[in-house]
């Protein structure tokens, strides 16, 4: 476990849509956030994940908003990185034992502080970066430990719409939700 601490300077009766109305950099796990947590493996030993075009829609949204994307997951996936370069996210962390570590390293590339930043997982592993960052974020089906420690829990499950519906959550916070489905409609 890292050393570091990172405590938001936010009250805690601050509801998500408070929360999530400063968030300029959201980090997402992928495996049960992105993906619903199945692994798929072939006989030669590749994995394959599926992948929901509507969190990818969401993304690109935040990304088109002003606000940073990020992910930090603890496997390995040449997969996972084709998805990232699909989606436009640049600042990409496999492998990663320590998710407070490569967080950390986050804050210091962007120079976004911790009060600014969402994150969203569905396991332990994540626990001690959702902690750090001012909005929390899981989907349906998390750990029940993790639900009971988030400001948002999704209606849907990782996989099918849970990482959209956060993006959407946090667009309408900030305000910015109407003006680009105005312009998706070509109001």
Known sequence: MSTL?????????????????RVKLMIF?????????????????????????LDGHGVKMLQSAGIQTAIITGRNSGIVAA????????????????????LAQLL????????????MGDDWPDLAVM???AFAAAPANA???VLNRVHLATAKRGGEGAVR??????LRAQNRYDGLLAAAIGA
């Open 165 to 170: 519906e956060v993006c959407d959550a946090i």
């Open 131 to 133: 902690r750090m960052c």
């Open 5 to 21: 601490s990172f405590t938001p300077d936010i009250a805690a009766t601050e509801n998500a849509h408070d929360r999530a109305s």
């Open 83 to 102: 998805r990232a370069r699909e989606l436009g996210i640049t600042h990409l962390h496999q492998g990663v034992a320590d998710k407070t570590i490569a």
């Open 143 to 145: 750990h029940v430990e």
């Open 29 to 53: 796990d992928i495996d049960g956030v992105f993906t619903d947590g199945s692994l798929f493996f072939t006989a030669d030993g590749d994995a394959m994940k599926s992948f929901n075009s």
């Open 108 to 119: 210091q590339t962007t120079g976004i502080p911790a009060t600014e930043c969402g994150y």
